[in-house]
């Protein structure tokens, strides 16, 4: 009895170790607030298409643009719910399959495998649409983000140089469109809680 009860402690105890580690793995994996895929399992998907050579493929750089008024001014609950949305938004028009991170913040990642460039700007175009179609409607805090593409066909151009291409494009529509975007959500959260606030219209060093 005593063999068996240690035995069976054992396996409890296995059992339980399998369960703890798929767990922690799956926290690693996942995004717990937008329900996306994390940084690590992007960076891991990167590592996996760089790997077998897979070309062509697309990235999408995503950047969501007044997270901070939102978190000063109407709570960091706001500011969840937000990136929440956005998260869905983004995912919508994409396949199962596609890898769609959020990195940190307000910035998120789509990787696209086997993606033709043709491909990847009609995407990115159903994108855009989902957000304007979500933003039609006035009583809603608008969700504004940048958009970047970049695509490679070629095995030789490294798959993170495709990345900081995509990153650099979004980075350029954000500051082409960022004073009209902060504008636009600094009006909507006055109309709603009678206070003047400050829209922070500066850009990062990079």
């Known amino acids: 009895k005593t063999l ?12 339980e170790k399998r ?3 798929k767990q922690l793995e799956y926290m690693s994996y996942n995004d717990a607030l937008t329900g996306l895929r994390s940084r690590a399992y992007c960076n891991l998907e990167a590592e996996r298409i760089e ?3 897979i070309r062509p493929v697309c990235v999408i750089s995503c950047d969501i643009t007044g997270l901070k008024m939102v978190n000063d001014n109407l709570g960091h609950a706001a500011g969840d719910e937000l990136l929440a949305e956005a998260a869905t938004l983004l995912r919508k028009p994409l396949r199962l399959t596609d890898c769609v991170a959020r990195m940190g913040g307000d910035e998120f990642v ?3 495998p086997g993606c033709a460039p043709d ?11 989902c957000f304007a179609e979500r933003n039609q409607h006035p009583g809603r805090m608008p969700i504004l983000a940048a958009f970047g593409l970049a695509c490679s066909e070629n095995p030789e151009m490294a798959l993170a140089r495709v ?3 995509a990153d650099t494009a979004m980075l350029r529509q954000k500051r082409a469109q960022r004073k009209t975007a902060h504008k636009e959500i600094k009006n909507w959260i006055e109309a709603r809680t009678g206070k003047n ?3 922070d219209d500066r850009l990062p060093a990079n």
Do not use: H, P, W, Y
Request: charge should be positive; include cysteine.
């Open 4 to 15: 068996l009860r240690s035995v069976t402690c054992f396996a409890l105890a296995d059992i």
């Open 19 to 21: 369960r703890l580690l």
């Open 51 to 53: 790997k077998n050579n």
């Open 110 to 112: 789509v990787l696209l």
């Open 119 to 129: 491909k990847g700007r009609e995407l990115l175009r159903k994108i855009e649409a």
């Open 163 to 165: 990345m900081v291409q």
């Open 197 to 199: 606030i400050r829209a």
